[in-house]
């Protein structure tokens, strides 16, 4: 049974929480990889270096609309293939992230946390929350 009174607040500490780790995870693109350090980074996994700047912005805004509530269940749904790709790159380092190199539990928890607040919705004192395309009857 989901308490319809409690409900929405449980969401909003979901959408606050999520999101102040997504823009946690640019901050350290930002302040301690640097963003040339993170191009560098892309680069000898054989990735384009121009990818630096645009995971850096799509997680910084990203998180900062999911912390405000504007349209936070589709941006979390929309960011889940940029942790995927970060997922993807620390799997072989295994489980934990403190490991050498990084492992995958955070890159997954932040997957799953942003699936569910898709599914959960945004809760209260969302400043924007109306579907901004077609999610269900449940949605509306």
Do not use: C, Q
């Amino acid at each position: 049974m989901i308490d319809s009174r409690s409900a929405p607040y449980g969401a909003l500490v979901l959408r606050v929480a999520l999101g102040l780790m997504w823009v946690s995870h640019a901050l350290l693109k930002y302040a301690v990889f640097t963003i040339p350090g993170f191009a560098g980074f892309l680069g000898s996994l054989g990735l384009p270096e121009a990818l630096a700047w645009p995971v850096f912005l799509a997680e910084l805004i990203g998180g900062l609309l999911i912390i405000a509530g504007v349209y936070a269940r589709h941006v979390a749904l929309l960011l889940i293939p940029v942790m995927a790709g970060a997922m993807s790159v620390h799997i072989p380092n295994g489980w934990l992230f403190s490991a050498a190199g990084g492992g995958w539990e955070y890159p997954g928890f932040l997957i799953v946390a942003s699936f569910a607040l898709w599914l959960i919705g945004d809760g209260a004192l969302a400043l924007r929350s109306r579907p901004l395309f077609f999610v269900g009857a449940a949605a509306r």
